[in-house]
């Protein structure tokens, strides 16, 4: 391709294209090139079973991207190129052995009022942890949707509230401790357990305190917010936008070098041999792993290399796609009803045995942690009359203390066909005669089909102290410039790290703009 572009961006993922998007509003030439032969990266939407039935492959809710500027301010007017989302009643619940069950509403009277069934006293405690976060998350808010170093640390802003400094131990806080703090209930303390679980971070560590508040919080008012026609709806917005911005996005297109003369990163070169190059910068969303091998180790100095030597993947998803002629159906209040998202955990004590054994290499499945979706149930357009689509997703490790990664090729089956029976111990109705199709994946499988899942963690790395904010993805470097000249990172690996929120892609956008003497500001108002 002879074409000039200003801007060259590897990688077709969500904040890709969000930077992407950003970028060519500004009024700059921008070219995305992507691996595969379908664009999205972890937001995309596939027929993975039967013919007509459109799956998420890795995300389904975009609920932290609800509360993002780009969503919230209508940033990029994505309305205008089909994305819309649905916010489903009854947010998520789940069913324990005794036949009872916790289920959270969008109406936040009507949640305090089923917590109130376990206790009373519970239930109110649910109520003042919704009030406490509502009084701070703009400060979280702001913190994640502001690249670092371009406003106060999160501790300074935190300490210019009221509670100030309350929240600093809080956030340093486990979600265990929390949970336990403000939870007396075995059923509550699981739920709300879980529920902070659900980006993948060790809930008894140090740093996830607040995930406790903010995963209840955001599920409260977006709920299990379901792009309709897919995950894959964003990015095809975001590609809209681009191309009728003069930019070019190409699939099938994976970069494997990249090109620097003088010092600078001036493009890149592909798998199959052809090279683009840059104006005016190259923005990366390959795995920082992965991105660190495409330069020789003078080019990034021996710091910055040790630093992502020593990078922790995080934990691993194991997924099961189904294809059904009938919703999965949970037992909520008298009735059995479907819902979009539903949670098996059984304990709190089962949850922190998974943690452990996830810690040992092994695979966790007496009472298996389960997250099952089932977008269909408020998503027509995804399923042929009458069908539906149903996700299993559980919580294993990547590398297995008996047999290694590879191992995954010879269990995976078995390991799903567990998962199901498992679940079908709380929904009858899922019997073999509702299943149309399957496609199982293992934590390898993710790998395999996205590089970016970097030993199958589909959330870029450990949102660990040592991996987050300014230390995201290496200390020094967490302002998405690179120590190649010309060179920028966005995606999970950068701040604010995973999840789809679409801030490491502004952000980046924040800071190419700031350094070609341009504003996101102009940019929003194109």
């Not at 942690?369 to 089932?374: H, M, P, S, Y």
């Amino acid at each position: 391709m002879r074409e000039k572009f200003d801007i060259v961006v590897a990688g077709g993922g969500h904040n890709s294209l969000i930077s992407a998007a950003y970028l060519a509003r500004a009024g700059l030439r921008v070219l995305v090139l992507e691996a595969r032969q379908m664009i999205g990266g972890d937001t995309v939407t596939e027929e993975l079973t039967v013919p007509g039935f459109h799956h998420d492959s890795c995300s389904s809710a975009h609920t932290l991207f609800q509360s993002s500027p780009t969503i919230r301010q209508n940033e990029l007017g994505l309305d205008r190129y089909g994305l819309r989302y649905i916010h489903p009643d009854p947010v998520v619940t789940m069913p324990f052995e005794d036949g009872r069950s916790v289920t959270m509403w969008r109406d936040i009277a009507r949640t305090v009022a089923e917590f109130a069934r376990f206790s009373p006293r519970d239930a109110q405690a649910y109520r003042r942890m919704m009030a406490e976060y509502d009084a701070v998350k703009k400060v979280f808010g702001q913190y994640r949707y502001t690249p670092i170093g371009y406003g106060p640390s999160l501790d300074e802003a935190l300490m210019a509230q009221p509670d100030g400094a309350l929240w600093l131990r809080r956030y340093r806080q486990s979600a265990l401790e929390i949970i336990n703090h403000y939870f007396g209930n075995e059923h509550l303390r699981t739920f709300m357990l879980w529920l902070a679980f659900m980006t993948i971070q060790p809930v008894d560590g140090p740093g996830t305190g607040r995930l406790a508040y903010a995963l209840a919080n955001g599920r409260q008012s977006y709920s299990w917010a379901t792009p309709v026609g897919g995950s894959g709806s964003l990015p095809k917005a975001l590609v809209a936008l681009i191309e009728d911005r003069h930019g070019v996005v190409l699939a099938g297109k994976r970069v494997t070098e990249l090109i620097l003369e003088h010092g600078r990163c001036v493009g890149v070169r592909t798998a199959d041999g052809d090279s683009y190059r840059a104006e005016k910068a190259v923005l990366s969303t390959i795995h920082i792993k992965r991105l660190v091998e495409m330069a020789p180790t003078a080019a990034w100095g021996e710091p910055f290399v040790q630093s992502v030597e020593q990078w922790e993947p995080g934990f691993t998803l194991f997924v099961g796609h189904y294809a059904l002629s009938e919703p999965p159906l949970y037992s909520i209040g008298e009735e059995r009803s479907p819902a979009v998202a539903a949670g098996l955990a059984g304990s709190v004590d089962n949850m922190l045995r998974l943690l452990s054994d996830i810690r040992r290499g092994r695979i966790h499945q007496d009472d298996p942690v389960l997250l099952v979706v089932c977008s269909s149930v408020v998503d027509e357009s995804r399923v042929p009359n009458g069908g539906h689509t149903l996700k299993v997703l559980s919580f294993f490790p990547y590398d297995l203390a008996e047999g290694g990664p590879e191992r995954w090729d010879a269990i995976k089956e078995e390991v799903a066909q567990r998962n199901l029976a498992y679940l079908r111990r709380f929904v009858p109705n899922l019997t073999n005669d509702v299943i149309l199709g399957k496609a199982v994946e293992s934590p390898l499988d993710l790998e395999r089909r996205n590089s970016h899942n970097w030993r199958g963690t589909c959330h870029g790395g450990s949102l660990s102290p040592a991996q987050s904010g300014a230390m995201r993805p290496v200390p020094g470097w967490a302002s998405h410039r690179m120590p190649i000249v010309g060179l920028y990172q966005t995606g999970a690996t950068t701040h604010p790290g995973p999840s789809v929120s679409g801030g490491p892609g502004r952000n980046a956008a924040w800071v190419i703009l700031d350094d070609l003497g341009m504003s996101l500001a102009d940019a929003i108002a194109q």
